[in-house]
């Protein structure tokens, strides 16, 4: 599976942003997708997730700012991010599939894309 992010970019505290992913080679509708964030020195940390039946989670940081979707059709992801904060500035990665049942944890997840950075300047 080959996962491909696009639409980061840079933007002013307040602004929005939408992240888009899409999926080639061997998919399921049947697996997890999210996003995930890695920000210099940090961890990298769910932001949002959706599985099969379109059952969402977000992080408690982006909850009410941030919105994850899929269309099983086109196999592509996109994640909505308005009212973008400083502390939002990372890379952005697509994720597919885990280990454990839900892409909540990194260290589970089968696949992954290249990235995408997205940088909110006060």
């Known amino acids: 599976v080959h996962l491909e992010e696009s639409g980061g970019g840079s933007v002013q505290s307040g602004g929005s942003l939408r992240l888009s992913c899409t999926a080639s080679?061997?998919?399921?509708?049947?697996?997890?997708m999210a996003w995930f964030r890695q920000a210099p020195g940090k961890e990298r940390e769910a932001v949002a997730a959706?599985?099969?039946?379109?059952?969402?989670t977000y992080a408690d940081s982006v909850k009410g700012r941030f919105t994850i979707s899929r269309d099983n059709g086109k196999n592509t992801l996109s994640l909505e991010m308005n009212n973008l904060k400083p502390e939002d500035t990372a890379m952005y990665f697509c994720?597919?599939?885990?280990?454990?049942?839900?892409?909540?944890?990194?260290?589970?997840?089968?696949?992954w894309g290249q990235g995408t950075q997205v940088t909110v300047s006060s």
């Open positions: 080679g061997y998919t399921r509708s049947t697996y997890c």
């Open positions: 959706i599985d099969s039946d379109g059952d969402t």
């Open positions: 994720a597919a599939e885990s280990l454990f049942g839900g892409c909540t944890k990194a260290a589970g997840i089968q696949y």
